[in-house]
């Protein structure tokens, strides 16, 4: 299973924002459903977007939803995360992966840290 490389994260101010990408050469992205998922400290990793590659709708979870978008740009074979309004709660290690459910993805790939903190 092709593992995906998260970026992007890094450490902000509660209210600011980042963008991740998730990327991989050679791999084609508009075949597959893209998720995106995070696992904070001491808790389960949970899946909080997903793209879909069949009728290109998007989904998000309640902890998300209205702060945070999924977008292709499949000319660059990269999806984005844009998290904005960071909370101290989205703080967690970022992933990206060719699923959309977590017991989907065999093999995850390198994530990415985001801290959100004063």
């Known amino acids: 299973e092709v593992q995906l490389q998260a970026s992007g994260g890094g450490l902000v101010q509660p209210g600011e924002s980042l963008r991740l990408s998730c990327a991989r050469s050679?791999?084609?992205?508009?075949?597959?459903?893209i998720g995106w998922f995070r696992q904070a400290p001491g808790k389960e990793r949970e899946g909080i977007s997903c793209?879909?590659?069949?009728?290109?709708?998007?989904y998000y979870a309640d902890s998300v939803k209205g702060r945070f978008t999924i977008s292709r740009d499949n000319a660059k074979n990269t999806v984005y995360l844009q998290m904005n309004r960071l909370k101290p709660d989205d703080t967690a290690v970022y992933y990206c992966?060719?699923?959309?459910?977590?017991?989907?993805?065999?093999?995850w790939g390198q994530g990415t840290q985001v801290t959100v903190s004063s």
């Open positions: 992966a060719a699923a959309c459910i977590a017991t989907m993805v065999g093999s």
């Open positions: 050679g791999f084609t992205f508009d075949d597959y459903d």
């Open positions: 793209s879909s590659s069949t009728d290109g709708r998007t």
